[in-house]
């Protein structure tokens, strides 16, 4: 992967992190701002799973920042593209369709199939 391709790939890392901690810290300020509105409107078990799954929401975006700043990291190390498992190059169709990965298909693959035969 040349230093082109690298940089390409660290702007959509980039762009997609500043994007999720926006929304993330629009949220709290929301939620602060909802529930004063809501608490009269709505029944309490309401606000609660209302509340539940926008932390799931958040908690799934915090996961994706982390990878997000993992594969940052691999850029900047000089393994990204490079898969964890194999240590084959991840095409770049793959990293297109999943920028964060860390695996080639054929890895991620098979991983998909032992966590379905133990579960």
Known sequence: MDEKELEQFRKILTDLMDELETQSGQTVSEL???????IEALAESAIQMNWAVT???RSRESRLIRKIKSALERIEDGTYGICEVCGNHI????????????????CKEREEKMEGILS
């Open 55 to 57: 932390l799931r929401l």
């Open 32 to 38: 602060m701002l909802e529930q004063d509105r809501e």
């Open 91 to 106: 095409s770049i169709k793959r990293l297109l369709a999943r920028p964060v990965t860390s695996k080639c298909i054929e």
